[in-house]
């Protein structure tokens, strides 16, 4: 029985691996946020002097995430996920998640 919990949860917490290509790079304690920002561009918000900043995600059919620039305005509509990062003050990412914004 315990067995057959931890591998449901084991599949509920291990994204597909289509989502991880944009993501991968992404590192607690380990990436920078200039390395973030250098990937993944100008976040489409940020709070706290720039240490929490939000990038809004569009997710294909396939699972492919992609950016959504602040530019595309209309992009904004089919927003189905948030990342949201949490940068140190020494400028290294101290967490992040990826929220699910509404079903696509």
Do not use: N
Request: hydrophobic letters at 45%.
């Amino acid at each position: 029985m315990y067995a057959l919990v931890a591998m449901l949860l084991a599949g509920l917490a291990t994204p597909p691996a289509a989502r991880e290509t944009l993501l991968d790079f992404l590192v607690d304690g380990r990436t920078t946020c200039r390395q973030i920002t250098g990937t993944l561009g100008v976040p489409a918000f940020t709070y706290e002097h720039g240490r929490l900043l939000a990038y809004h995600l569009h997710e294909d059919s396939q699972g492919q995430l992609t950016v959504v620039p602040l530019w595309d305005v209309i992009g904004w509509y089919d927003l189905q996920r948030s990342l949201i990062i949490v940068c140190g003050e020494d400028g290294i990412l101290q967490a992040h998640a990826l929220v699910k914004v509404r079903s696509p």
